[in-house]
Structures are given as structure tokens and as C-alpha cells.
């Protein structure tokens, strides 16, 4: 097998500055195993016997600004990561090594790594002035191939250590073996179920990239799930483990399952691939068990549950260190997912819904709702009463004004006719006009809404 055609030519330059100086440089890790799985490389990571000081002289606008022995290298909008060999240590965060040690070869280095298929080196070598890059130059001392063959996820040596130093891996695990539909092999699945609560050491930070990676794969639900079987997901989600019992069933209600298996099934049946709204699915009811009472028939109900759930939501948000952006759009999108699809609501009512969630959420809050019907036990994505509201929502989006700031006039054009200065009255007309405007928008027009200005207030 011959990589060459995969290789980009910036790799092939960095090659050659390393091979001048008679440095060895290998690609690694996710690279590698991607090459021989045939699949796109996002990353580009490279290990050397060089050292960083010595990366460093190599290439001007590399960086080095960790401890770790791991160089950026900025190439074609992207950074190159090449690291120096290091070898194996005592770590003293369940992340860091309390010593880094440079290694002396790549078979050293390949031992402290992770998991066998990360732990594959594909040497650069060059003959007759030509760059080589095929199978004869791989390096596998610890089966990583073998493994890729058969789809398995694996611990390099005793995954009681590996795990133990860099409990990060525990949830690594699960994403690689999601995003590959891999298996994890069995004494490493065993290991992850005795060390789930190392995950508790993990930075909030690293646990929501790994989380959100799980969530954008092409199998959300299964890694969920694996998650929850490994007890990893009742110390990252402790909340939607609460949901486990508690039942939703009730005559007349299509709900059958209880409110953990109905959160995990609206994951799954969600129909958008962003990360973000995959989670407010995932989050949706949260709020439910928190909130489970029984009515005058004693059946169960779950008033305000949305309410409770999008502020449990922001607070789980808040401990992953969500961005604010991001927050508020599962906030927003858990706040207003039980939204009436009545046909008798007026224009203004469907204009007011858009506004509440924000334009830019109305496609997503759809989907969620055929996340949460299908993730019920409903057979069908969408009712009649859906699909005509979301007619009438594509309609309300053509024409404006979804605010004050949409209206034929603003602030200048009231202080202009009833000559006053900046002031609360202002804001107080405009208001009052605009609540006309969004009951009719045939008013919104400059003349009417100036003879309007003056009639306020006469």
C-alpha cells in the first residue's frame, strides 16, 4: 500500500527540513490510523528525535508553549503538531506527566501512547532523492493494525495504567470507538467500568470537547449509551440519569418508556448533525423527574418541566464551560420546545413564537420536535398540525417587522414630530406602535406610522 498520493505536500516539506539536519520524523496517531481506514485527516500530527528547542530553529513561525514537548507548526491554515519522543512517567493529575522525559526511539515513544490504533508510526524515509511513503515503513510493536482489521478499541499494555495516567482516555475511548463504530476490546471495557469516576479529575473543558464529539458522530445515540453502560455518563450527566424510572405513561398519551429512555431516543431521532441541538434533544425533559407529580386521577404530570429543565440545561452548560453563545441556544431551545401548534393561533401569535426563540433557532426548534415525537413512540416525524404551523412559520419569516428596530420609523422620527429630546418616551411610542404594527403589518408604512406618532399622544 502506497500512502504517497494522501500525503499533502506540506508534510513532504517539513520532511525534508527534519531529513536535512538528519532527523527522524514520523507521522502518528490519528493520522496513520486514518490512512489505513482510507478516511479524510483533519490533523496532522508528527513525532521526532528532535528536540523542541530544535523544531524550533528549523522553522520560524513554529510555537512552543507547553510543556509537554508538543511544537505548533501553522501550514495551509491548520497546525501541524510535532512532537518530541518521550517516554513513560509518573503523572500527576490522571492528565499530565510530573516529568517529561525525552524518549530515545519511536518504539519508546509508541509505548506510553493510548490505544493500539493510535499507536502505529509511519516512518518518512527517502531514497534516490525520492520521499517514501508505503506499508514497508510502518511501525506497529503493539498490534494497532490488527486491531483497526478487526474494529477493535484497545489499551497499549495494561489499560489499568494507561487509564489511571490520563483518565481522559476513558472518554476517548468511547468518541473513537463511536466515531469508527468500533468495539472496545473486553479487559479494556472492564477497566473503563472500574475507573469511570477518574473522570471527575478530568478538566470541565476537555470533557465537553470529547462529549460534543460523541454527540456529532454519525452514531450519538450509541455512544450515549455506551457511556451510560460504563457509568462515565452519570458523572459527566448526572441529571439525565435521573430520569431512569420514572415514567411517563398515561391513558391517552403516546409516551410508553420512561424519561431517561425517552431523552436518549429523541438523541437519536433528532434529524440535525450539530452537536448543540443533539444535546438540547439529549437535555430536553431533563427537567421532568425533578418535577414528576400526579394529577386529580392520580396520573403523572410534569408541570413546567421545560421551565425547570432549561435552567438545570444552562447550569450543566455552565459546568462544561459551554461558550455563552451556545448556552443560550440549548437554554432557548429546551425553554420553548413544548410550543402549540394550534391552527387557530393568529399571525401575530406565530410572529411572537419566532421572536421568543430567535430566527436563527426556528429550523433547529423543528427539528427537535420531530426528535421528541419520534424519540415518544409517535410513528411519524411530523403531525398535519406540525407541518401546517411550519408552513405558517416560512410564510411569517418573509415579511418584517419581528421588532421595534423593523419598524418604517425609529427613534429620530418620533422625536423629530413631537420635537423632544432623547428620553423614556420615546422607547414608550415605539413600543406602543409596534404593537399595532405586529397585529397588522399592512400599517407598517413611514406616513401612517407618522400620523400615528401624533395621535399617542394627543
Known sequence: MNFSAKIPNFIEDIYKKFHAKNFELYLIGGSVRNLLLFKNIKDWDMTTNATPREILKLFKNAFYDNQFGTVGLPVDNQVVE???FRSESEYKDRRHPKKVTWGTSIEQDLKRRDFTI?????KLSVENEQLIFDESNLIDPHGGRKDLEAGIVRAVGDPKQRFKEDALRLLRAIRIATELSFAIDKDTWKEIIADARLIREVSC???RVELLRILASEHPYEGTMMLK??????HILPEIMEGIGVSQARPGRHHTTDVFTHNV????????SDPIVRLAALLHDVGKPKVAAADNEGFVIFHNHEIVGARMAREICERLKFSKKEKEKIYTLIR??????????TDSAVRRFIRRIGVENVADMMELRVGDRLG???QTAESWRLKLFKKRVEEQLKPKPFSVEDMAVDGNDVMRELNIKPGPKVGEILRKLFEEVDENLALNNKEHLEKRIKELTS
Not at 118 to 122: E, R
Not at 229 to 234: I, M, R, S
Not at 265 to 272: A, E, F, N, R, V
Not at 336 to 345: G, I, K, N, P, R
Open 118 to 122: 493510535n499507536s502505529i508510526a509511519l
Open 376 to 378: 415518544g413512540g409517535t
Open 336 to 345: 420553548w420546545h413544548m410550543f402549540s401548534v394550534d391552527e387557530h393561533l
Open 205 to 207: 473543558e476537555r470533557v
Open 265 to 272: 431516543q429523541s438523541l437519536k431521532h433528532t434529524p440535525s
Open 229 to 234: 453502560d460504563c457509568g462515565l455518563l452519570e
Open 82 to 84: 510535532i512532537t518530541t
